[in-house]
């Protein structure tokens, strides 16, 4: 049995000493001269110790006599001054957040002629040629091979008619065409169906620009007319461009972040 | 039907109340606008040529009665009603230019106004001041420190004496525009932020004295301000009050986040009416006699008064005049897309619902003269109404998101309007097309407001400048 025990088991078997409350009584009641005493007199670690402890006691003590104090007396909370005042009319609407005035047409148009564009997709990796087309044979006996389809998604503008179908050498099937894009807006965090207006630039190369096709990178020019942007001289945008994130002939459609 | 200039057309003039002025007459095809002011004149026998509109149907005349009559092949047997409008004597000129951007407050500025003789201007913002500026120099004058939260509105006294502000806290601090010093402690006793303030009229009562403020707790207090002390409390709402106006004839009308709109007098603060009909919340009630009320005795003419008495009887004057015969008209705009024409003196059932928006009406104003109302929606659309009766007029369309406020131009020619897509927008009402686009704020415009004296407009918002614009 361990060593603690057996004074445990005495006390269960004999009990403890007649006079054994009052002693307790005393010892506690000259426990606070023994304390005060410690206090003055211990040096060295055990000081050290007793001080901390006698400290982390005393912390105890002051948060309970607070936390007495609270109750009786009730204070007036003062509300801190929030950021983004409202109106009163605005106040009891919580308002989704729209995007606010943009960057001015000036710098947009220098960006533009500069051909520096900062875009949140940098680098794409390249699409190689075959990935990007399909072969198709044609002719009575399949054997010309000039004709080629596109297996990535494209987008054609609203008046376009296809060439005679004996002269066309990309075909662009429906199926893959988009017209709209999920736009998302990178400081307001939502995103919008807008519209595609044409496709600007794909990395890929100038002739997959001209085809129209959407690739994951590519810059696209999208209808923003229903977020309500104005610009500081008071005429309202309606274009604007965004980087298409996704693959889109993976998923079936276009994700694209706006630049801003 | 041929016309000849020898031809003639059987006309009625009316007033815009709808009273006949003399017996119908035979009136030559070469007639024109200009000959029926002069007819009115005499017949009204005007000491002074006032300027006159015409309006047949509801459009307005600018040609000859001939060259009308032929452009609407209009049956020559029938009598023509034509209703005379009288149009105030001076001519503002719209405003096309910032003149300054005044850069002052720290947050957005959220209420402005122009004092009743449109000397000096206040702005309350989101920055906890209060802020008076000079209009000469165009330079900030007072920051009035006080408030402990944001301050949501301001209101000047009719005799241009005070201006009390009330803030998000609760709180009502009474300033005297002519030192920046708050006069006394705060006004306490709201519990939730203060939604809308609102003077006596000056002839009621001169000086100005006592104010109603309205607050989000449910109850609207008026307030004395020799006393300091909340006078009667008006409890009845279950919801938010979110306007409160004092009207001419010494009533108190509030609206209310529990769609009703409720009637007080206010000697002993006693709920007269209940006008239910809304189907949401009341955003914003209108008077006929508003801007009466809101200039008390300054007019277009600059007079200034000395004694108090004489403010009274001023004002008395102008507002009898604004008056007429018929009762005081009340709109209260709501979230439920349409507005309510009320007479609240005569009846509890609405004189006309006003329909059309296809989003919350936001702010309903009188022009100065009455006739018309213009309401402004959250549909990007301001729409404006014929004042006495109702009736859809026109709509204008230009803004590119929600139409925050507007106002009016002293002489009820021009509109203004400020928007959420920081552009602000004066439209002429005569040829019901927008005549000015005033961009150039970068963020959201919170509070328009039109000088009386009609040179300057100042706007302020989310951008925490104040823009000055003048011709």
Known sequence: MPQGDYIELHQKRHGRRMDFEERKRKKEARSVKKNSKDARKLLGAKGKRFAKKRYAEKAQMKKTLKMHDESTSRQKVDDDVEEGALPPYLLDRDQTQRAKVLSNTIKQKRKEKAGKWDVPLPKVRGVAEDEMFK?????????????????????????????????????????????????????????????????????????YTSLGVMTRGTIIEVNVSELGLVTPAGKVVWGKYAQVTNNPENDGCINAVLLV | MENGSHGSVLCQLVSPEGEHLEAPVYLPHNVGPPQLQDIVNKLLHNEEKLPYAFYIGDEELSLQLGAYMQQKNANVEVTLRIVYQPQAVFRIRPVNRCSATIAGHTEAVLAVSFSPDGRCLASGSGDTTVRFWDL???????????????????????????????????????????????????????????????WEPVHLQSPSRRFVSASKDGDARIWDITTRKCVISLAGHTNAVTCVKWGGDGL???????????????????????????????NSLALS????????????????????????????????????????????????????????????????????????????????????LASASFDKSVKLWNGITGKFIAAFRGHVAD???????????????????????????????????LPGHADEVYAVDWSPDGEKVVSGGKDRALKLWMN
């Not at chain 2, 002993?268 to 949401?280: C, S």
């Not at chain 2, 009016?408 to 004066?426: E, F, H, I, N």
């Open chain 2, 403 to 437: 139409v925050y406020q507007i106002s009016w131009s002293a002489d009820s020619r021009l509109l203004l309007s400020g928007s959420k897509d920081s552009t602000l927008k004066v439209w002429d009402i005569r040829t019901r097309k927008l005549k000015q686009d």
């Open chain 1, 135 to 207: 072969v198709l044979r044609t002719g009575k006996r399949k054997t010309k091979q000039w004709k080629r389809m596109v297996t990535k998604a494209t987008f054609v503008g609203p008046g376009f008619t296809r060439k005679p179908p004996k002269y066309e050498r990309f075909i662009r099937p429906t199926g893959l065409r988009f017209t709209k894009a999920h736009v998302t807006h990178p400081e307001l965090k939502c995103t919008f169906n807008l519209d595609i207006i044409s496709v600007k630039k794909n990395p890929n190369g100038q002739m």
């Open chain 2, 289 to 372: 006699t508003e801007y009466v009320l809101r200039t008390g005795a300054y007019d277009h003419t600059g007079k200034t008064y000395s004694s108090a008495e004489e403010m009274k009887e001023a004002a008395l004057a102008r507002y009898e005049k604004m008056r007429g015969n018929a009762p005081e008209r009340l709109v209260s705009g709501s979230d439920d897309f349409t507005m309510f024409l009320w007479e609240p003196a005569i009846s509890k059932q609405p004189k006309a619902r006003m329909t059309g928006h296809q989003k919350l009406v936001n702010h309903v104003y009188f022009s100065p003269d009455g006739q018309w």
């Open chain 2, 252 to 282: 108190i009308y509030t609206g209310s986040e529990d769609c009703s709109i409720k009637v007080w007098e206010t000697s002993q603060g006693k709920l007269v009416k209940t006008l239910q009909g809304h189907g949401h919340w009341v």
């Open chain 2, 136 to 198: 000469n120099t165009q330079t900030p004058l007072f920051t009035c420190k006080g408030h402990k939260n944001w301050v949501l509105c301001i209101a000047w006294s009719p005799d241009g004496k005070h201006l009390v502000s009330g803030s998000k806290s609760g709180e009502l601090i009474l300033w005297d525009p002519k030192t920046g010093k708050q006069l006394g402690t705060p006004l306490t006793g709201h519990r939730k932020w203060i939604t809308a303030v609102s």
